[in-house]
């Protein structure tokens, strides 16, 4: 299973933007990368996704390095609820509907 | 559009005893996954169903078990409970095997193992 990494915390000031970081390394031409994040109390919730180039949706935007060895998340304008566990995932088509969660960031936002 | 239902979402087993838990996907999907989350290890895959088929297994022992039924409904068993059995098991669904697709979580069971 391809391999990513994380820093174990973050912190951010409300209304700023935010940017989490992600190494993979070892991904693969075919690799998706996918970003879910998971409030408190909470089951894991789907953030973003891509293959090559940067991706927009109405939650945030993810950056994608040109060589795809890392990604970065960005919201935009962070608010308190963005407050999670955000983790990002390489899935491959050998383990679709597979999902391996690494330690992921948590995400502090001070008001 | 209703979302991806477990039940129950609290369960207090003993030691020694089986449970199964239940998981009702968003309607038209057709792959299921479960996962076991813990303080320790974090969110661990342990298999995944599509269609009725098991297509993915994690590293879990064979006392960890599921099934899926025809109209997408998961259930898994656990047999001989132990303590460290003790999670939160998360269900997800999507509608299909794709790269691309994104994954629905449920609120989860809490299983205790006393």
């Known amino acids: 299973d391809a391999k990513t990494t994380q820093p174990n915390s973050m912190e951010s000031n409300e209304e700023e933007p935010v940017h989490l970081p992600c190494n993979h390394s070892t991904i693969s031409g075919t690799d998706y990368i996918h970003w879910y994040r998971q409030l408190p109390s909470q089951g894991p919730e789907y953030v973003i996704h891509g293959l090559t180039s940067n991706v927009n949706n109405r939650m945030a935007s993810l950056a994608i390095a040109e060589d795809r060895k890392s990604s970065t998340l960005i919201l935009h304008r962070a608010t308190l609820r963005d407050a999670a566990v955000y983790y990002c995932?390489?899935?491959?088509?050998?383990?679709?509907?597979?999902?391996?969660f690494g330690q992921g960031t948590t995400l502090q936002v001070k008001p | 559009k209703a979302g991806v239902t477990q039940t129950p979402r609290y369960l207090i087993k003993t030691r020694g005893q089986q449970v199964t838990l239940s998981c009702s996907p968003i309607?038209?999907?057709?792959?299921v996954s479960w996962y076991q989350q813990t303080p320790g290890q974090g969110l661990q895959f342990l298999f995944e169903?599509?269609?009725?088929?098991?297509?993915n297994k994690g590293n879990f022992p064979g006392r960890f078990s599921g099934r899926q039924f025809s109209n997408s409904r998961s259930e898994m068993n656990v047999s001989t409970l132990e303590l460290g059995d003790s999670a939160l098991y998360l269900c997800?669904?999507?509608?299909?095997?794709?790269?691309?697709?994104?994954?629905?979580f449920g609120q989860g069971t809490r299983l205790t193992v006393v």
């Open positions: 309607s038209g999907h057709r792959s």
């Open positions: 997800a669904s999507s509608l299909d095997q794709t790269l691309g697709t994104e994954a629905f």
């Open positions: 995932i390489l899935i491959r088509s050998s383990n679709t509907g597979k999902l391996i």
């Open positions: 169903y599509f269609s009725e088929t098991q297509r």
